[in-house]
Structures are given as structure tokens and as C-alpha cells.
């Protein structure tokens, strides 16, 4: 139930987002750190429409396994489940280069190894794609994860940057969170 709330439109509305940020029909979409709600794969698949991809990417079986679920509930069928370990380069299941979004949403907040993961999402996006960045606000809220653990939204512009990516966009994804887009 605490995954359904923090990845629910209560915190981040997904549609709303992915629609501001330019998802639509037929394209690519990878969703980095899906989760078991699959919350943003889920919108994802509605908006890129049968001619579209969703790759659903986590580290967690059991949260692959949730999100095929619900795909067979609802018949969806443009959703691919990845087992991957963001933290590694190449090993994400996912062709070079060929999709037009990468979804990285609350989860460098797990990882001290960002700039891997970055790489990763890179690695996937075809030129002119774009890396949609959302993670925790610095706060001492009681909601969310520990402040040490929160991520320093400078430190990803710096390695986005490094990595060759330009800043499209900022925008406040929601009370506890803020949202950046970047462009290869």
C-alpha cells in the first residue's frame, strides 16, 4: 500500500507529467526503476498508444511481475517488462539509442552510484531524446526518504552536463519533488 501512495498521483501525478513533457503516440519510452505500481509505465503506455513501446525496467522481479499483472488485467500489450541493474552499464535489455524517453523517477535517491545510472539512460536515448529527472526536494519532512539520502538536484545538472545533455526544462513535479528534462 506505501508503494501504491508514493508512486500514486497522490505525490506525482504521472499522466500530467509525461503529457507537459511531450510523450505521445508511437514513441519509445523507457521507465527506469518502474516499481510494483508501474505507475508512469502504466500512463506511458496509454499516451505512446499501440504503436509505441514501454520498457519497464527494474532491478526487483517481484515489482516486474506486479506490473505484467496489471497488464494483463487491463490487455495491455505495449508494455516490456526489463530485469535490469541500473547501477551497471549495458545492462539494460533495451537496443542502443532508440528510445525517446528515459524515465528516471525516485530513484537516485536509492543509489549513490548516479552517474552509472545516468549513463545508462544515455546509452538508451536516440539523439534528441530526452532524460525526464524527478527525485525528492531537500527537505526534513517526515514524508519521503532520510535528507542525507536525498539527492542534490546540482549534482545531477553537473553530470548531466558532463555526460553531454542539455537542460530543457525545470519544473516542480509536485509538493515533495522537483522535476528537470534533458535532451541529447
Known sequence: MIDAFFGGNKLLDAEKILKMAGVSAGMTISDFGCGTNGRFSLS?????????????????????EKVISFCRE???????????????????????????????????FQSRKHIEILKEALRLLKKGGRIIVIDWKPSRVALGPSPNLRVNKSDVQAIMHNLGLEQIKEFDAGKFHFGMIFEK
Open 44 to 64: 506511458a503506455s496509454h499516451l505512446v498508444g499501440d504503436r509505441g513501446v514501454v520498457y519497464a525496467v527494474d532491478i526487483r522481479k517481484f515489482a516486474l
Open 74 to 108: 487491463d490487455g495491455i500489450c505495449n508494455i516490456k517488462p526489463i530485469w535490469a541493474d541500473l547501477e551497471r552499464y549495458g545492462s539494460a535489455d533495451v537496443p542502443q539509442s532508440s528510445v525517446d524517453f528515459v524515465l528516471v523517477i525516485n530513484i537516485l
